[in-house]
């Protein structure tokens, strides 16, 4: 079956506007995390859905970050007011159990710019 | 201290070498110990899982040492394909039981 996939793929922004970014996770995976990575940097954790729990947000690093999940499907992260430093590859991925037990599936990215 | 610490490298062997990857991590209460692999630009993908009692897959073996906490990889034969960042994966239990990524070790493989 289809992988998760994430849109769009690029995205240039100027600073100071809102960018939403989408994630399809595999179907039937009830975890998705959403990670950012910055250029020749490791995976920063963002937040993660599981099922009907509360998300865990705790990596998300200002209140202009958000991100919403409808069900087990599709996820969307909001950056509002970008800034240059949130110039990164943002990567959703998903699992199909709880946790940190289970393969994580990622998507391609999306890679952002704000100018 | 971060949670997963990885060499970042870059380690450069010739095709043929062996080459070991170690990664400490600092919760002693993690359960589930990963290495995943990442191509320039692109996404990662799991390698292996690594096991209390180490794992082989090929050329590739996987061992925890959670008196030390630490888990390595071995790669051996090394090939041109095998060039690419390593990354260090561990489960954290903290608040949820989310995985922490290490920053990767590079791996380049040389003719």
């Known amino acids: 079956g289809a992988g998760v996939s994430q849109s769009p793929s690029n995205k240039v922004t100027e600073k100071g506007k809102d960018v939403e970014l989408r994630c399809d996770p595999i179907?039937?995976?009830?975890?998705l995390y959403w990670y950012r990575q910055r250029l020749g940097q490791g995976l920063e954790f963002l937040i993660y859905?599981?099922?009907?729990?509360?998300?865990?947000k705790s990596g998300l690093p200002s209140d202009r970050f958000s991100a919403e999940r409808t069900g087990e499907s599709v996820s969307t992260l909001t950056i509002q007011r970008t800034q240059q430093e949130d110039s990164a590859v943002y990567l959703c991925?998903?699992?199909?159990?709880?946790?940190?037990?289970?393969?994580?599936?990622f998507g391609p990215g999306t890679r952002l710019l704000v100018l | 201290r971060k949670e997963v610490e990885q060499d970042p490298g870059p380690f450069n062997v010739p095709e043929g070498a062996t080459v070991a990857f170690n990664c400490t991590y600092s919760?002693?209460?993690?359960?589930?110990f990963f290495w995943y692999r990442q191509d320039c630009r692109k996404e990662p993908k799991l390698l292996m899982s690594?096991?209390?009692s180490g794992n082989e897959d090929g050329r590739f073996t996987a061992q925890l040492n959670r008196a030390s906490q630490y888990i390595s990889l071995l790669i051996r034969d090394s090939k041109l394909s095998d060039s690419a960042t390593y990354l260090c994966?561990?489960?954290?239990?903290?608040?949820?039981?989310?995985?922490?990524f290490g920053t990767g070790t590079r791996l380049q493989v040389f003719p």
């Open positions: 859905f599981q099922g009907n729990s509360a998300p865990d």
């Open positions: 919760n002693s209460a993690s359960q589930s």
């Open positions: 994966v561990v489960n954290n239990l903290k608040n949820t039981d989310k995985l922490i």
């Open positions: 179907s039937g995976h009830t975890a």
């Open positions: 991925a998903s699992s199909s159990q709880a946790g940190g037990r289970e393969t994580q599936y």
């Open positions: 690594v096991y209390s």
